[in-house]
Nanobody
Framework: VQVVESGGGLVQPGGSLRLSCAAS????????MGWYRQAPGKVREFVAGTTSGGSTSYADSVKGRFTVSRDNAKNTVYLQMNSLKPEDTAVYYC????????????WGQGTQVTVSS
């Protein structure tokens, strides 16, 4: 199984970015899908997640600004980030619970998001 992230970059405060994370390989299905982030000198923290049933959850710091969604046919999870703030600057990682012959937790390689004027 391969997990590939894309979509990070540099954006001004108030701007938007969309992150994508796709799993490929011999996959039966993907259960939970989520996004985490890690800023320099800080621990990795939960940002947003979605279950196989479509329920979503968000960190308080991003509620109303970020939206997580998924495309089960493509084994892909997205994170739409609006009204970005400098404190959103971090490396963003996706996390997928993948069903193959077993149930395995996978992390993406990380993508840098920098919010700066």
């Amino acid at each position: 199984v391969q997990v590939v992230e894309s979509g990070g970059g540099l954006v001004q405060p108030g701007g938007s970015l969309r992150l994508s994370c796709a799993a490929s390989g011999s996959i039966f299905s993907v259960n939970s899908m989520g996004w985490y982030r890690q800023a320099p000198g800080k621990v990795r923290e939960f940002v947003a997640g979605t279950t196989s049933g479509g329920s979503t959850s968000y960190a308080d710091s991003v509620k109303g600004r970020f939206t997580v969604s998924r495309d089960n046919a493509k084994n892909t999870v997205y994170l739409q980030m609006n009204s970005l703030k400098p404190e959103d600057t971090a490396v963003y990682y996706c996390n997928l619970l993948v069903v193959t012959a077993t149930l395995t937790n996978y992390w993406g390689q990380g993508t840098q998001v920098t919010v700066s004027s």
